[in-house]
């Protein structure tokens, strides 16, 4: 339930003691007016399932990832909602897993740009789009992305077009390009970025 006024949503009164917010509520037939800040959803966010960091011969970025939902109360919780991605030129996502376009069609513009584009993911629950969320792929912290973000620092391997040889299957010999392989996972909360998984560099 919530209150309206002239038309405008009112929010949870509270009082003040000493400077510390103080909650109240009213009840109308014996239900709470406002849902109690435990119940109340706020935000959806993402984070990195079952991560570890690519091999060394990754020859696209890819990260798995799931949902969770934040309330009022500051506390989350993991959430089977259904993701999709904005862009299938950026990303594609099966399963959770992201795994960024790299060929033919963007790769020359990923080298210049030494950056993947930004991958748009959309959050639902029974049809119903509860937020949108980026995942970067970047070698250096983004100022821009939404709350609930992530960011997949890399190791930024092929600045100056770095490469290595190593055997690919039957081949021996072969030259490889790498592009950045991710090697942890940030997400962006209310106080800042937070690693959340793999190794700082």
């Not at 003040?16 to 909650?23: A, E, I, L």
């Not at 991560?51 to 989350?76: C, M, N, R, S, T």
């Not at 904005?86 to 069609?105: L, W």
């Not at 939404?146 to 040889?165: A, F, N, Q």
Request: hydrophobic share 40%; charged share 20%.
């Amino acid at each position: 339930m919530g209150v309206l006024l002239d038309g405008t949503r009112v929010g949870l009164p509270y009082m003040t003691d000493n400077g510390v917010p103080v909650w109240m509520n009213a009840l109308y037939d014996g239900v709470q007016v406002w849902p109690p800040a435990a119940e109340t959803l706020v935000d959806v966010w993402l984070k990195p399932v079952d991560f570890q960091a690519q091999p060394l011969y990754a020859d696209h970025p890819e990260v798995k990832v799931a949902a969770q939902k934040v309330f009022a109360d500051g506390h989350i919780e993991d959430a089977s909602l259904a993701l999709s991605t904005a862009d299938t030129t950026v990303a594609s996502i099966n399963a959770g897993t992201v795994s960024f376009v790299s060929d033919t069609t963007n790769f020359l513009t990923v080298l210049k740009q030494d950056a993947f584009n930004p991958c748009h993911v959309s959050i639902a629950d029974g049809g119903k789009t509860l937020g949108a969320k980026q995942i970067l792929v970047q070698p250096d912290r983004p100022s821009t992305a939404p709350v609930g973000s992530l960011w997949c620092r890399t190791e930024k391997l092929h600045k100056g077009l770095r490469y290595y040889t190593g055997a690919v299957g039957d081949d021996a010999n072969v030259m490889c390009f790498l592009i950045d392989r991710i090697r942890e996972v940030w997400r962006r909360e209310w106080d800042g970025w937070k690693l959340l998984t793999g190794k700082e560099l």
